[in-house]
């Protein structure tokens, strides 16, 4: 793919598939949600091999470490190339236990909950979502 040296934050960001639109690369670099050493960037920031970036995108937060530069979007295989994922195995792990939670589920055609059943759903929710 076409390489360039000079490249900016929020088209790199897209380029690698972190965010669907360049829009919303760059809204989450002026939210301070893109940081470099700690410090917000622009989105006009310019990128550079060897730098490390801390990405945060709703629960999910990354560390990623630029191999190359890649300046149009392409396909996912491509785009894994040009960065490097450093982000710790119990962050990775972290975000995807919240999806993982038991939930409650009645079964289909049930109808609705009586008194007692919701009584028991009720006491069955406070032992289980009361922090420790």
């Not at 490249?7 to 670099?29: E, N, Q, V």
């Not at 069955?124 to 922090?131: E, N, R, T, V």
Request: with cysteine; net charge positive; proline share 4%.
């Amino acid at each position: 793919m076409a390489e360039k040296e000079k490249l900016r934050i929020d088209k790199y960001l897209w380029a690698i598939r972190i965010f669907k639109t360049r829009t919303m690369a760059a809204d989450a670099c002026k939210a301070g949600k893109v940081k470099l050493d700690g410090q917000n960037i622009k989105p006009s920031h310019e990128v550079k091999v060897g730098e490390t970036y801390q990405v945060s995108k709703g629960i999910e937060k990354k560390v990623l470490k630029v191999t190359g530069l890649l300046e149009n979007r392409s396909d996912a295989k491509t785009a894994v190339q040009f960065y490097e994922d450093q982000t710790p195995v119990e962050q990775t792990y972290g975000y995807k236990s919240v999806f993982q939670s038991p939930m409650i589920r009645r079964d289909q055609g049930a109808g609705r909950p009586t008194k007692k059943d919701r009584r028991d759903i009720d006491d069955l929710q406070d032992g289980f979502f009361d922090k420790p």
